[in-house]
Structure formats: C-alpha cells, structure tokens
C-alpha cells in the first residue's frame, strides 16, 4: 500500500466514525431541537444565506467572468473555470449520492416519524434526498476556491460558505451529518481543482480587474 493511500486512510477512518457517530446519537435530537426553538430571525438568516446557496449565482458568475476574461486573460478565466467545476463537480456527486441513499429529510421524522434510510429505492421527491448536503458542498467550494481566487476576500468567502452549510441545520432541512458530508465531499473536489489553478494572479490585484 503506497504512503498516499495510508494518509487517505488515516484520515478516512477516524472521518468515517465522527459520521457515523453523528449520525446515531447527534442528528435527531439537533433536529427536534432545531424545531422547537426556531424564531423568526433564525429562519430570515437561514433563508438568506439558503438564496445565496444557490449553485447557478456561482456556476452563473464564473461562467462570465471566463466568457468576458477568455481573450484578453486567459489565465484568470481558466481559473474561474476550475471554481465552475469544482460546484458542478461536487454538486452531480452529491445529487447522485441523494438518489442512492435514499435518506429522509427532518421534516419526514419530525411531521410523520419517518427516519429509516430507504437506500436504492430511487425516491425522486425532495423529502427523500437529505443526504449529503448539496449546499454544504457549494459552500464549501465558494470558501475553498473563492479564497484561492480572491484573497483578500477569504474571511468573507469563509463566512460566506460556512453560513451557507449551516444554513441547512437552521432550517431544518437537513440533519448535522448531512452537512458534515457535503462539506467534506465540496471540499474534497475544490482542493483537487484549487491545485490545478495555473498561478495566483489575484494574490496581487485583489480582482479580475
């Protein structure tokens, strides 16, 4: 076994039994809790933050800015390029992974009792595709690579992202582990295309001027 394969391993293992843990004995009672004790500005924040979530004001702002930048700064529309990949990437992942799993979201535990996984039963409707996160993977990818592309705006894109995740604990959309995944799997991807970014040309000017 190569020493790249033992350090994924290494860090796999202990990642695999934080998620199960998460999942037996920390998503319910977050969730009912999250239920109880909801208050108007929690959700105005949350609902905000789920707006700004969206995958298409990412996918969308990326793709102008390599369309405009194409000719004249090739190196920064490739750039932009990779931050595309990276939500897209993460995002058709994460969606097939919804599918597959087959998770029931809180509501269905909280309205109906409903908390068993139906894996492979192809459930098409949003109640049933809790896990992972779709969100925590666009956050992720915003915090990620809009730092590498914009480093004077890192504390914001970090915000930006991680308050995008958490957004969906807040509304009670998804569960902590849902979360947890699709943060690690959106990160997972955007340090592959982070490494894959010609230079740093934003480091200096701070814009695509």
Same mark, same amino acid.
């Given at each position: ?11 796999? =293992? ?19 809790? /999250? @239920? ?14 789920? @707006? ?15 369309? &405009? ?10 750039? %932009? ?6 939500? &897209? ?25 409903? =908390? ?6 192809? %459930? /098409?409707?949003?109640?049933? @595709? ?26 914001? /894109? ?34 592959? /295309?982070?490494?894959?970014?010609? %230079?740093?040309?934003?480091?200096? @000017?701070?814009?695509?001027?």
């Amino acid at each position: 076994m190569s020493i790249r394969s033992l350090s994924l391993l290494r860090w796999f =293992v202990p990642l695999f039994t934080v998620v199960s843990c998460t999942i037996w004995w920390i998503d319910e009672p977050v969730a009912q809790w /999250m @239920h109880a004790n909801s208050t108007v500005w929690l959700r105005a924040i949350g609902t905000a933050l789920d @707006h700004a979530g969206q995958s298409h004001w990412v996918l969308g702002y990326s793709a102008l800015i390599a369309i &405009a930048l194409w000719r004249t700064r090739r190196e920064i529309a490739r750039n %932009h390029l990779l931050l595309f990949a990276s939500v &897209a990437i993460s995002g058709i992942i994460a969606n097939i992974i919804k599918v597959l799993a087959g998770r029931p979201r809180p509501p269905l535990a909280i309205e109906s009792g409903i =908390v068993g996984w139906e894996p492979l039963s192809w %459930h /098409m409707e949003f109640l049933w @595709h809790s896990f992972p996160s779709g969100h925590a993977t666009t956050g992720l990818c915003i915090a990620i690579m809009g730092s590498a592309l914009y480093p004077r705006l890192s504390p914001l /894109m970090w915000i930006l992202g991680v308050g995008i995740a958490i957004s969906r604990v807040v509304l009670n959309v998804h569960y902590v582990s849902d979360v947890m995944v699709g943060s690690l799997l959106g990160a997972a991807v955007a340090i592959v /295309m982070r490494g894959r970014l010609t %230079h740093r040309p934003l480091r200096s @000017h701070g814009s695509p001027g």
